[in-house]
């Protein structure tokens, strides 16, 4: 088995392909400045707003307000987080409009760079790929169809849609069948050491790989990637090693 050629390539979506945290930041930097003319607040008071939402977003679950619609969860973000900052707020549908501009400017901001176009179509040519992405199943199509990136894989999975999402097995599984391939057939590409690497090795892939923009870090947790690379742009170089080691 160690001698079998990869055939596919399992690629995340958010941080690995578009950079979705950096079109938040942008994003928050547009939202701030709107509570700045409809309130006149100081910096470091629209910071501290900011951060609020942030920490609300990094921890939101599904079941926040069940029921409710992501739109309107996060609208919630916003009106808690100007509400634990500056207390009540006249303008009634404030929080509505910081939510509304801060997601559509964060959509705005999302795109395939031509470099990672490029790249996808090269690696098409030899391989099948797949897009599986993690996250609420609205939040996630809207980002695929903003960047208009379908028509570089075989076949995209947004786990949300599905009862399982990375790093269990099960969705991996769902993968596989798409592509007609056996785990060992494939790579695991993404960001996340919990989600993507871990889900990866649960899954049984052939080879993991991070990527990890922080030089000099080091991996003191329990999951270990195969290999880290600092853009998805090096993936050649991690596919040619693989090609090697089936060609010894």
């Known amino acids: 088995m160690e001698g079998k050629a990869v055939k596919a390539i399992l690629f995340d979506l958010d941080n690995t392909l578009i950079e979705t945290s950096r079109a938040g930041e942008v994003a928050l930097q547009k939202t701030g400045e709107l509570l700045k003319s409809k309130l006149s607040l100081d910096d470091n008071t629209i910071r501290r707003i900011c ?15 069940p029921g409710t619609s992501k739109d309107d969860l996060r609208v919630c973000h916003w009106e808690e987080s100007i509400a634990e900052t500056i207390g ?21 901001n999302l795109c395939l760079t031509p470099e990672v176009c490029n790249l996808l179509m090269q690696l098409r040519s030899r391989y099948k790929l797949l897009l599986l992405t993690n996250g609420e199943a609205q939040t996630q199509r809207e980002k695929v169809e903003a960047v208009n990136c379908e028509e ?38 993404g960001d996340s050491l919990d989600t993507d690497v871990q889900g990866g090795f649960n899954a049984g892939v052939r080879a993991t790989v991070w990527i990890h923009r922080a030089e000099g870090s080091v991996l003191d947790g329990p999951v270990k990637p195969d290999y880290t690379i600092p853009t998805v742009l090096d993936l050649p170089r991690i596919l040619a090693q693989l090609q090697n080691c089936t060609c010894e």
């Not at 939402?53 to 926040?64: A, R, V």
């Not at 990375?166 to 695991?188: H, T």
């Open 51 to 65: 951060e609020k939402f942030k920490l609300k977003l990094l921890h939101e679950s599904s079941d926040q307000l």
């Open 88 to 108: 009540s707020c006249s303008i009634s549908d404030l929080a509505s409009q910081c939510y509304y501009l801060w997601k559509n400017s964060r959509l705005e």
């Open 152 to 189: 570089f894989f075989d076949a995209v999975v947004i786990a949300g849609d599905h009862a399982e999402q990375k790093p269990f097995p099960s969705i991996f599984q769902l993968c596989f069948n798409k592509l007609e391939v056996e785990a060992w057939d494939c790579v695991m590409v």
